[in-house]
């Protein structure tokens, strides 16, 4: 395998690994991970490893600082680190170069906080052990120094707090500051904000790039979101069972990308998808393939999230159809306990809201962590009750449902779950899963029942030989799927999608995401859509209400809301988006 | 780019060497799997499973037909002749105080230590699943009444309890009486495991799928949450059945256990103490057997903890 970038010139790489491979022991043998891995990543450059999970990106990572997890061995290759080959490092001497010359933003930032020191503590743990300070009050000031620089303002005071006590973009400030507190010349960043909300993702990702910049790090950002890579990164590495597939210039790939499975990528990313819908210059995804004679029909394999957005433009029918679901003046209020001695506050989670669904079309509900969407869909669903407003299905007002009633209600609406590893009963197989609506609403004998759990897994795509399996065979989308044939059991006039498929890898995801289009075309469904993210908006739902603190703060068609956004808080979610200042040539 | 820096090449793999493979194709493997069916592969491939599935299999055999492995009876056929007498002949483990055959009265002693187990397990395990799974499940008042309730029997040390219970009841003392008394005090451990885990279990989004579905509540509790929640009771029950055992015994020691002509490990080891020096014999052999047995009860109740625990599970 040739070097995937050539290197000509005085400038000596910083970091350069040759044929990396890396393999698990298990009882079966060494299982390969990463399979002759070649990269080259030059002093203060930012590179970015994209991949979906198992690709092999985050164990590349890990292996540079030899923190592969238990049984993960560097089985071949060389990691050459300003010269030095790291792979022949002792441990002990591998500990000198963690920290001081190498920092790492590790991927969660509330479990990578130990919840009983004081963030103060742990900064200064970092400094102390990597010898930039010595003494208490010299540490105590590099500290507060640190956390400053991380970009939070009232430093000093904020040493004494707890992790708890800070919200997740600041716990991930705190790691990217003890990260970078030893100005390490390199900096590893594992999928370091796919936790957060994307307007703070947005917030950290530019003071990383300010910070890195002023200290000369380079970066090596590890991620699965193209989109996101190609706006932070300059130089893209795209992985793929353990394997570089295509690697270059960020926007080089992005605007020509030739590896079917980049286009892959490309054609499946939403927040690409969105933004060239945006453009909307271009009707297909014809991609030029330079010298390289790929086969360009098998490549998206059903998968082109832009095509499929246009196939649900042109099936909208113009007459206005009935309302689905009507939303008046629905509120949630929480009691919680207060922070002070017996005072107790309010949560009003859901504030008036008021919306309306057509039949046969999407609604989306866009928000952040904590605006209130899921309480709306859960009293939609009626698992939560509301504490004042009216739900009207087809016309009538559900809240006051109880027993008979609202168990023929649930008949006609059904949800379908965000985590796909935890909405299926673990130990009830696949084909008992999907039946029990049926048992529940006695629905036809036996074999009847069976006839139409086989039916639904030929509608999800699924093979019927899994009737009998259980769910930890199959993956998360392929648990997604199960969880759409159980929805569908009823045969549901409405379906309320809670982040359905934001747990998904993109290829996956926009799979799914297909899936669900076909479907609601030939059954007539309703969807009730919610989501943070609006990438995937763009390309699934016909109208858009966007949620802040509860609120229903812009409500139009998704057209509308994606070229003139009225509100300013719709707006900087939209400029969230990772690519947004990327103009894409396909 | 900067100009000082060489623009780098834009690289492809050979697609002969990265092939692509369909997005998220279902592979049916050859073998179901679930938590149950893994676990059972697991245990399958240990030594540990199988040493104590043996010893608890003869455990078992031996309680219910002891005349296969004695012929010799255990009380009818004492001579004081041959007290605290050494091993000889058909006696292999020589004879106690009272001339009786050590090896017989063993044999015979296991029915009731086997039994006590057995009912002080079903009892714990009943009141433990009612308790816990309801406190756990329902919450609110329910969960408070429940849950105090198991902390006042938790309060008191079950064994001290039963020494109480047996004292107070000491003219009904039988191998049912004895097993209520420890039974009774000893669910709330039980009970606090299976609460915990209900606990866990009953935030899934499964959980929320079947009430959206419109499954009723106490049919959510038995096919979806109480399945998911139950290994771990598995894994309290096996021990305690264990230390069940061991109750029985000291109880017995301490002389407020079964009566003297109730055969039982703890009666005979009870016995034994004052003839420690001249006929260890009497002590040595009851207690092993004691010990072995509630071993691989204890054994067993490990090889399941891991088994169910995929974690522990990975790291091998």
């Known amino acids: 395998m040739s070097d995937p970038t050539t290197t000509a010139g005085a400038v000596r790489p910083l970091l350069e690994i040759k044929n990396l491979e890396v393999g698990f022991q298990t009882t079966d043998g060494i299982v390969p991970a990463v399979r002759g891995v070649d990269l080259t990543l030059m002093p203060g450059q ?42 022949k490092y002792s441990p002990k001497k591998m500990e000198e170069v963690r920290g001081r010359q190498i ?85 590893i960043a594992d999928e370091p904000t796919s936790a957060l909300d994307v307007t703070v993702q947005r917030r950290i990702l530019d003071h990383l790039e300010t910070l890195t910049r002023d200290i000369g790090t380079a970066v090596l950002f590890i991620t699965h979101d193209l989109g996101l890579a190609a706006e932070r990164a300059e130089q893209l590495v795209v992985m793929y069972k353990g394997k570089i597939v295509e690697a270059g210039p960020s926007k080089d790939i992005l605007q020509n990308p030739v590896h079917p499975y980049t286009q892959r990528l490309v054609a499946a990313a939403p927040s690409l998808a969105s933004r060239r819908i945006i453009s909307a210059t271009q009707q297909s995804a014809t991609h030029s393939l330079g010298d390289l004679a790929y086969a360009p029909t098998t490549v998206t394999d059903g998968l082109d999230l832009i095509a499929a957005a246009e196939e649900r433009i042109e099936h909208q029918p113009a007459v206005k159809r009935p309302d689905a679901i009507v939303v008046k003046d629905l509120t949630k209020v929480y009691k919680i306990r207060g922070q002070g001695k017996g005072s107790s506050g309010e949560l009003i989670a859901s504030d008036k809201v008021s919306f309306a669904v057509e039949k046969g079309t999407t609604t989306a509900l866009v928000g952040e962590s904590g605006s209130g969407k899921s309480t709306v869909a859960k009293m939609i669903l009626r698992l939560e009750d509301p504490t004042s407003g009216s739900i009207l299905i087809d016309g009538e007002d559900v809240a006051p449902l109880k027993g008979r009633a609202l168990l023929s209600l649930r008949r006609r609406m059904q949800p379908v779950f965000q985590d796909p590893y935890g909405s299926l009963d ?37 093979p019927q030989s899994l009737i009998t399996r259980y769910p930890n065979e199959l993956s998360g989308g392929q648990r997604q799927r199960v969880a759409i044939a159980r929805a569908l059991a009823l045969k549901p006039d409405i379906v309320v999608l809670d982040e359905a498929v934001s747990a998904l890898d993109v290829l996956v995801q926009a799979q799914i995401l297909k899936l669900l289009a076909d479907l609601q075309s030939e059954l007539e469904l309703t969807y009730l859509f919610i989501t943070h993210d609006l990438a995937v908006v763009r390309v699934i739902a016909d109208n858009v209400c966007v949620m802040q603190k509860g609120r229903i703060v812009e409500a139009a068609t998704t057209d509308q809301v994606f070229d003139s956004p009225q509100e300013q808080y719709t707006k900087e979610l939209l400029n969230a988006i990772p690519g947004a200042g990327i103009t894409l040539g396909v | ?56 299999i003869l455990v078992i055999i031996v309680a219910l037909f002891p005349t296969l492995f004695t012929s010799v009876p255990p009380n009818d056929d004492c001579q004081l002749s041959n007290s605290n007498g ?26 009731t230590s086997l039994t006590v187990g057995i009912i002080v397990t ?55 009486v004895i097993s209520l008394a420890i039974g009774i005090f000893a669910w709330p451990a039980t009970a606090r495991v299976l609460r915990a885990e209900i606990l866990r279990v009953k935030n899934a989004d499964y959980v929320m799928a079947a009430r959206a579905t419109g499954v009723s509540n106490f049919r959510i509790l038995l096919r979806h949450v109480l399945p998911n929640a139950i290994a771990p009771v598995i894994v309290v029950t096996t021990i305690s059945l264990g230390a069940a055992i061991v109750a029985e015994a000291t109880l017995s020691f301490l002389g407020v256990g079964l009566p003297n002509s109730t055969m039982s490990w703890g009666n005979d080891i009870s016995a034994a103490q004052v003839d ?41």
């Open chain 1, 46 to 87: 930012t590179l970015a490893i994209v991949g979906e999970s198992g690709s092999g990106k985050s164990t590349t990572a890990h292996a540079i600082i030899n923190l592969l997890p238990g049984p993960g061995r560097i089985t071949g290759g060389s990691i050459l680190f300003d010269g030095e080959d790291l792979t």
């Open chain 1, 103 to 187: 920092g790492f933003v590790p991927q969660d930032p509330m479990s990578n906080l130990n919840p009983v020191w004081s963030v103060g503590f742990q900064v200064e743990e970092t400094i102390r052990a990597n010898g930039i300070a010595s003494g208490r009050k010299e540490v105590r000031a590099h500290a507060i120094q640190v956390l400053k620089e991380a970009g939070l303002a009232d430093a000093d005071k904020r040493l004494k707090q707890f992790p708890h006590q800070f919200s997740g973009g600041m716990r991930q400030r705190v790691l990217i500051g003890i990260g970078l507190s030893s100005r390490p010349k390199l900096l």
């Open chain 1, 426 to 462: 673990p130990l009830r197989n696949i084909g008992n899963t999907i039946a029990e609506p049926l048992q529940v609403h006695k629905v036809g004998d036996r074999t009847e029942r069976r006839d139409r759990v086989l039916e639904l897994l030929d509608q999800v795509a699924l």
């Open chain 2, 1 to 56: 780019m900067s100009s000082n820096q060489p623009a780098p090449t834009h690289y492809v793999a050979p697609l002969e060497e990265t092939p692509l493979v369909a997005v998220d194709a279902v592979n049916v493997g050859e073998r179901k799997s679930n938590l149950w069916i893994d676990a059972w592969r697991d245990m399958r491939r240990r030594p540990m499973f199988w040493i104590s599935a043996v010893i608890i």
């Open chain 2, 86 to 111: 050494g091993p000889s002949g058909e006696h292999l483990l020589g004879f106690t105080k009272q001339g009786c055959d050590v090896f017989s009265r063993l044999i015979h002693g296991t029915s």
């Open chain 2, 122 to 176: 079903i009892l714990t395990t009943v009141l433990g699943i009612l308790f816990g799974a309801f406190a756990g499940f329902y919450g609110g008042w329910l969960d408070a009444i429940l849950s105090r309730a198991g902390d006042i029997f938790f309060s008191i040390p079950y064994i001290l309890a039963a020494v109480v219970i047996m004292s107070v009841f000491s003219a009904y003392r039988n191998v049912f």
């Open chain 2, 276 to 316: 420690l020096r001249t006929a260890p014999q009497t002590l040595i052999y009851p207690s092993l057997a004691l010990s072995i047995t509630v071993l691989a009860f204890i054994m067993m109740g490990e090889v399941i903890r891991d088994a169910l625990d995929p974690k522990a599970r990975a790291q091998r």
